[in-house]
């Protein structure tokens, strides 16, 4: 199903707008300069672009993108959240190789991802600051830990009465009694792991763990027995948190509005998110609500299935319990619906309100520890610790990993007596040039990557883009590294997504592409490499935006909102003049490529961005890139000669026509060659220049210039950004006073107007009837007085425009 197929479609007559009326493509004619044979060769070619890993290469140097039919719907759906919405999965990404032809076609299928306001997972987690002392205190706790966990410890099977019990947050002190957990930290387990037990498919997107952190004084054991694998965790979190933070002033005090994640993605929330609840309930949701909403959650959460975590007292002073739980092996994938919401909230607030509650919390460290020790009889690894919210604020903290791979690995003593390789769990962390960065959960995945939120050690939220480099031919690899370089020219672009920070692991791959010259064409990467690449994180993409907006405008007569469209038009044109500025074409320019940013679009994916020589204006590409709906008509055929015997090539006006398309699918809610579904449909009547596109009538006739001047077939005839950023779509004229014989006619076209609202073709026709008449032409207005053409010019478009309407009332009232 086509991206755009997705999006909300604009009521036709409510919005005062003529749908484009879906023609049969025509199956007769292509203007398509090839000769039959190469016409052939080139949709054969179209077709080779997705290149399985395994399968035959190329010598030809160059970076490949693969069609990607349907891309995983990891973004979840939520009602209440702003919503990352993965739109751009159900789009078309097409690659064509050029001049080689494929045995194996892809059609370009669609993905039936549904995009209207369905997820919650990339709500924003802002966490709270954490000072650097508190970071070392904690860390300091952890040496302690270390010290301490050498101890033989004995070990008791708490709890296998109920594996669930603590994920539920019911911990069985002697008593039998379920006790609160005060304050938890989660993280991500493996739910394929719990469920499978495929101990050779680590796949760890559908995963969820929980670390709780308890400061409950009176809990008893629940996990004593599996001390090394918290061992694991501790040193996790200790590298993890004593990396350097430079940059925890950026996040306010309050921290964390709501996420909501399902099975495929489990964001978790980090130690310094403070204080959460974590529910889970009959149907396998777990949510992790604020502490200001403890107390009134407090009595739902006894009932069972809730297990509550609150932030210590700033002055509590207190062990750290971990352990580990294991998650019911009865869960399945599909019933893993795991939803973790952790809602803003004050902290100083929170601070004021906890201290009295927990005033019977002993002050003293030393104390508390002792207590600890003595009441967990063992049974539990007691630190002391100051948790990572103030350097007065400590916790006793409780860690729990459901992580069942782990236990089976502690349970057969592997855990403590092989040499530990990594001193973090590459399924809870990335670690990007000696950095380490939490899994919050994965956002989408393009045709060639992975993308993940993640959080730093100084609690920024980034994206996290892995691609794997094992298996693919050196060319596409070379490509891959080539989105650093453009990322890193872009650096300080305010309009580009920034480039944080980034790491290959195959060295010498990089070196060439730094060098700008590929040694090794032929072959395939063996090695087991990845591309990982720290990136600002963007909140929602137009894509999804859009869908929202047009949800937002159903059912009611709006069209879309001429001011939002200037002001996200904009934004965008401004985003491709920069790297247009810098020579760099992005050939798959569409919504899902432009992500909010605090507030402001950025452009991303420069996957297949090439750049322009300096000798020429064009680039002459190795291959056919781009999105289908989006392709301009010389991406189907680069490289192809046109009817002068010139070769077409794809330069910056490529793009231009991507963003005809954009501006296209902001007015009408789709893309202007939707109804074409197939690729070959759409091949033929996008490289016809002969097609007209319809447009649907818009109340501003400079919008309607707008997109006929970006999507001109003839390249040439397309406008460049900067003049496109003076259009007077986003530059108004000033309204030239009328002399009172033209208000006299704009009166009446606006009486005829007014007579036939109903017939939206005729209203059109009035429309530009009107503008004509206010202002005579849109191009040349200054030139009028002196070029008898461009006069004749007007008044035979006035006569055609009345023509035109004349004979559309006439045929409507006969
Ligand atoms: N910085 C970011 N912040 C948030 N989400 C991001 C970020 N970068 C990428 N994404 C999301 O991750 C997904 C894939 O990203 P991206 O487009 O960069 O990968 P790709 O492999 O190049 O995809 P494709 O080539 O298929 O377009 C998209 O859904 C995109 O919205």
Known sequence: MDREANLPVAPGPARNLIRPTAKPPDTTSSSFSSSPPDFLRNVQAAFKRHRPLGTGQSDILRPRRILVPQREGSRSSASNVGPMLDTKKSQDVVSLSQGHMAKDSIVGTKSTATVMGETQEDASITPPSILGTTTKTFDESLHQFDARRDQPKPITDCQDNDPMASLRGESQDPGGQKKEMEWIASSQVEASTIVNHDSKHRNFQNTESEISLRSDGGITSLLAKRTTAVQDQLHQFKNFLSQPATQSSVVGPSCATTTSVHSTSAPMLNLTTCSSHLHRDSSSHVAVESLGDFNKNASSASQGNMVKLSNPSPKDTSGMLIGQASIAAKASNSAMDIRMEVKEYDLSKERQNRVPKESNAPENPSLL???????????????????????????????????????????????????????????????????????????????????????????????????????????TAFGFCQEIQYLNKLKGKNNIIQLIDYEVTDKALLQEVMNGCMSNKDGRVKDDGYIYMVLEYGEIDLAHMLSQKWKEMDGTNQTMDDNWLRFYWQQILQAVNTIHEERIVHSDLKPANFLLVKGFLKLIDFGIAKAIMSDTTNIQRDSQVGTLSYMSPEAFMCNENDANGNIIKCGRPSDIWSLGCILYQMVYGRTPFSEYKTFWAKFKVITDPNHEIIYGPVPNPWLLDLMKKCLAWDRNERWRIPQLLEHPFLVPPVPPCLTSSQEQSCKLVRLIADTCASDQEASMLCCQLEQLLREPDLETAAQLLTSRDQQCQLLSQMSKLCFQLHERLANSTG
């Open 369 to 475: 520890d002792d207590k600890s020790t003595k009441g967990y009889a063992g049974d539990v690894t007691n630190v002391q610790s100051q948790p990572p919210l103030s350097k007065n604020t400590s916790s006793n903290a409780k860690l729990e990993s459901s992580k069942s791979e782990k236990q089976e690995r502690v349970a057969s003593g592997k855990g403590t007596s092989a040499p530990r390789k990594r001193n973090y769990d590459p399924d809870l962390f990335f670690k990007v040039n000696g950095k380490l960065y939490q899994r919050l959960g994965k956002i989408g995945s393009g045709g060639s990557s992975e993308v993940h939120k993640v959080i730093s050690a100084d609690c920024t939220i980034y994206a996290l883009k892995k691609i794997k480099l094992k298996g693919r031919d050196y060319a």
